[in-house]
């Protein structure tokens, strides 16, 4: 968005409560690799030119990328600034931080989908002897106890952690709901190369059937590594991970309890995967991509008779449980009355009600592939031109208590 607006001339700052790319250096686990391929992460004036334009970047590599991004665009950060508070005023917006107040026209909601990390209510219940924590503070195994570790979600963040905990010798039981099941390399090339060439990942959030659905959908079940390999639950049950259904409630005593729609959940996701893998090849035949590899299927999910409804954890040797059920926006400072009753922002493609205020960086926010670092370049194209013509017609001329005519916050991309 920066890059954008600089390139019409509009004057801004970007406000960042950390240094450049903070969630990336503060929010994630130290082996994870970005799940998208390296040519994919294509930003305003940035295409991937090294060697490896299938491969996963690490997150040194992402924080690198984005901080010379912001390097070679010029991007104004303020950085160690946090926003404390935005409220409307006659002109504009008023921005509080803790490093002074900040007044400008518009402002760009830009400061993340994933700040904080769900888990369900009963998540509290977990008796003192089981260590609790989320996808968002796990790093790596060695914070772990040793024994047995109970892993919450099956979507990107749970089965890589699952994957990686079971391979320390700490036995991993994973509570799988709704997922999404995808093999990494399809008929020759990766499963992102097809989303992008389809046209899936640009499908406009005024053209979906049910946008709120779309917008809730787990990630796709897939992960970065250097062998490119598919990482569904067959592949962790190979390795010995035991598999349940969704948690549905914990007792002060460790008692967990699944539900009983294992089977349906991984029924449902083979069947979907199916749909997304014909889509993909009718669009192969109908655009001559014939000579590539042959249409393959991968065997249906192996679930096991009758899996467990129950578990009492501390008997079965649990003895961490890592939430990887989500993540949520923080609004908390959001002074400006544009929440939903689920404390989300209500936007029509990033644009609010607002006059002037915008949002970026949110699932599905005006295409699929707004989720992913790939979709903000479109999105910031889009909404800067919005925000270019509210400022025309407001009157753009500097205002001598205006020190900003946009203010963003904040530079997890620029
Ligand atoms: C575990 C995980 C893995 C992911 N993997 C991929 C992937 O492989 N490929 C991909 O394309 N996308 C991936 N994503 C999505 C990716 O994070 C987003 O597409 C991208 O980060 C969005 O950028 P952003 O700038 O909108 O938000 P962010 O990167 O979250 O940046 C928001 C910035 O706002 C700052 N901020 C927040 N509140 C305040 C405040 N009050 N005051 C000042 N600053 C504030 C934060 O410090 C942060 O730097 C992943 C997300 C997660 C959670």
Redesign the pocket.
């Known amino acids: 968005m920066s890059r954008c607006l600089a390139e019409r001339s509009i004057d801004h700052v970007v406000?960042?409560?950390?240094e450049v790319?903070?969630?990336?250096r503060t929010?994630?686990w130290d082996s994870?690799r970005?799940?998208?391929p390296n040519w994919?992460?294509r930003l305003p004036g940035f295409t991937y030119q090294g060697d490896d334009p299938d491969g996963y970047r690490t997150m040194p590599q992402v924080i690198a990328f984005i901080q010379s991004y912001a390097r070679a665009i010029s991007a104004p950060v303020q950085t160690h600034?946090?926003?404390t508070s935005v409220r409307s005023i006659d002109d504009g917006y008023l921005v509080q931080t803790n490093q002074g107040d900040w007044r400008c026209r518009t402002l760009v909601i830009?400061?993340?989908?994933?700040?904080i990390a769900l888990a369900p209510a009963f998540a509290s219940m977990v008796p003192a002897s089981i260590a609790s924590l989320t996808?968002q503070q796990y790093r790596n195994p060695s914070q772990l106890a040793e024994g047995g570790v109970l892993v919450i979600g099956a979507s990107?963040?749970g089965t890589q952690i699952a994957h990686e905990v079971q391979r320390s010798a700490r036995p991993v039981t994973l509570s799988v709901g709704e997922h999404i099941r995808a093999p990494r390399i399809y008929r020759g090339k990766d499963l992102q190369w097809w989303m992008d060439a389809t046209g899936l990942q640009d499908a406009r959030y005024d053209e979906i059937d049910d946008i709120s659905r779309a917008r809730n959908v787990p990630s796709l079940q897939l992960a970065?590594t250097p062998d490119r390999s598919t990482l569904d639950l067959n592949a962790l049950t190979d390795i010995g991970v035991k598999l349940v259904g969704r948690i549905v409630g914990m007792r002060e005593d460790g008692k967990a309890q699944f539900a009983g729609s294992l089977h349906n959940m991984c029924a449902m996701s083979d069947l979907k995967m199916g749909r997304l893998l014909d889509t993909i090849d009718t669009w192969a035949s109908e655009n001559g991509l014939s000579a590539i590899e042959p249409p393959s299927r991968l065997p249906p999910t192996k679930v096991e008779a009758s899996p467990p409804l129950g578990m009492d954890l501390v008997k079965h040797g649990i003895k961490t449980i890592i939430w990887a059920t989500g993540?949520r926006p923080?609004y908390s400072?959001l002074n400006v009355p544009v929440l939903d009753r689920k404390g989300m922002i209500r936007h029509d493609g990033g644009v609010t009600a607002t006059p002037g205020l915008y949002l970026?960086?949110a699932p599905f926010l005006r295409r699929r592939k707004s989720?992913?670092?790939?979709g903000?370049g479109d999105d910031a194209r889009d909404l800067s031109a919005h925000l270019a013509s509210y400022l025309d017609g407001s009157g753009r001329h500097p205002n001598s208590r205006i020190t900003a005519s946009t203010a963003m916050?904040?530079?997890?991309?620029a």
């Open positions: 406000l960042e409560r950390g790319a903070h969630s990336w929010e994630r994870l970005l799940l998208t994919q992460s600034t946090e926003v830009a400061s993340g989908a994933c700040n996808a990107a963040s970065g993540y923080d400072w970026m960086g989720t992913l670092i790939d903000a916050l904040s530079p997890g991309l």
